[in-house]
Nanobody, 127 residues
Framework: QVELVESGGGLVQAGGSLRLSCGVS????????MAWFRHAPGKQREFVAW????????RYGASAKGRFTISRDSAKNSVYLQMNSLKSDDTAGYYC????????????????????WGHGTQVTVFS
């Protein structure tokens, strides 16, 4: 049974940092491209970051560039999202996603490319 379990969300003051984690089970982690998306009430789901399964290449959404860092640890079957300089606009539910098929850099921001999703962790940034 495939499971993606996010953790690390919470309440943080603007300018602060959080580190999200996503633990994976039920498939071979090294075979999966991993990504983070977020969804805020009244807004569309937004791509945040992607990390490839082989080379560790990364891609970031416009709002994440320069502030967020995605990483993965195969020994722990986990992917992480380090978020710095948080703003109130970052308030959202953050979701981990996995794709077992090949995904290129060009389409890594498309939610439909991902096979499995976690239930999300809430991040709330206050001023």
């Amino acid at each position: 049974q495939v499971e993606l379990v996010e953790s690390g969300g919470g309440l943080v003051q603007a300018g602060g940092s959080l580190r999200l984690s996503c633990g994976v089970s039920g498939f071979t982690f090294s075979n999966a491209h991993m990504a983070w998306f977020r969804h805020a009430p009244g807004k569309q789901r937004e791509f945040v970051a992607w990390i490839s399964r082989s080379t560790g290449s990364t891609r970031y959404g416009a709002s994440a560039k320069g502030r967020f860092t995605i990483s993965r640890d195969s020994a722990k079957n986990s992917v992480y999202l380090q978020m710095n300089s948080l703003k109130s606009d970052d308030t959202a539910g953050y979701y981990c996603a996995a794709a077992l098929k090949s995904i290129s850099f060009a389409i890594a921001d498309q939610a439909l490319q991902y096979d499995y999703w976690g239930h999300g962790t809430q991040v709330t940034v206050f001023s």
